[in-house]
């Protein structure tokens, strides 16, 4: 495609790097011709890189094949995972998950992002339920606002939670940002 084609979120390859478009500029330079200055986010380390090409470049796309798979446990570093339609299992390390294992418990549903039979990406859902096994209890009379304490998680996450959440509670985790959101509703 060329680039004058890109869309946001469109996987792209360059140099032979799977890429991400995370944004793009078309820009007017004085004298020479118009250029997109493109913001790319490298599939395999995720770091960011700023790309000037011309509109008339040619780009290739990426096709991404996305599969849900299901979570089934970790051993070390190494997490094993089964298709939801094939029951092929693989085995992926701590790389592709990223903070991922601290979130996931048995049967938890995932996208993995492969490129030639390759998975790269691993996308949890936006939202876990998870019980608490470890807080400090309520202290009685505090009323201060903002006063959380520290709450220890089935898979071992500490996370921030007001004073009334209490042992066996099961709370609703944002995996994107760590945070506390609610209690879950039984």
């Given at each position: 495609?060329?680039?004058?084609?890109?869309?946001?979120?469109?996987?792209?390859?360059?140099?032979?790097?799977?890429?991400?478009?995370?944004?793009?500029?078309?820009?007017?330079?004085?004298?020479?011709?118009?250029?997109?200055?493109?913001?790319?986010?490298?599939?395999?380390?995720?770091?960011?890189?700023?790309?000037?090409?011309?509109?008339?470049?040619?780009?290739?796309?990426?096709?991404?094949?996305?599969?849900?798979?299901?979570?089934?446990?970790?051993?070390?570093?190494?997490?094993?995972?089964?298709?939801?339609?094939?029951?092929?299992?693989?085995?992926?390390?701590?790389?592709?998950?990223?903070?991922?294992?601290?979130?996931?418990?048995?049967?938890?549903?995932?996208?993995?992002?492969?490129?030639?039979?390759?998975?790269?990406?691993?996308?949890?859902?936006?939202?876990?339920?998870?019980?608490?096994?470890?807080?400090?209890?309520?202290?009685?009379?505090?009323?201060?606002?903002?006063?959380?304490?520290?709450?220890?998680?089935?898979?071992?996450?500490v996370v921030q939670v007001p004073p009334f959440v209490k042992v066996g509670d099961v709370l609703r985790i944002d995996t994107r940002s760590g945070e506390y959101l609610t209690r879950a509703k039984e």
């Open positions: 495609m060329r680039a004058s084609e890109m869309r946001k979120g469109q996987t792209v390859k360059v140099d032979d790097k799977l890429y991400v478009i995370v944004d793009y500029q078309h820009v007017k330079l004085g004298k020479g011709g118009a250029v997109f200055q493109t913001k790319l986010k490298s599939l395999t380390d995720g770091l960011i890189q700023n790309i000037r090409l011309r509109a008339e470049e040619i780009v290739e796309e990426a096709f991404l094949d996305k599969r849900t798979y299901e979570y089934l446990y970790s051993s070390g570093s190494e997490h094993v995972l089964m298709d939801t339609t094939t029951y092929d299992q693989i085995t992926l390390g701590d790389d592709a998950f990223g903070d991922g294992p601290k979130y996931l418990k048995p049967n938890t549903q995932l996208q993995v992002s492969m490129y030639e039979g390759r998975p790269l990406v691993v996308t949890l859902p936006n939202t876990v339920d998870l019980e608490v096994v470890d807080t400090p209890p309520e202290i009685k009379g505090a009323t201060a606002t903002n006063q959380n304490k520290p709450a220890t998680l089935e898979t071992g996450l």
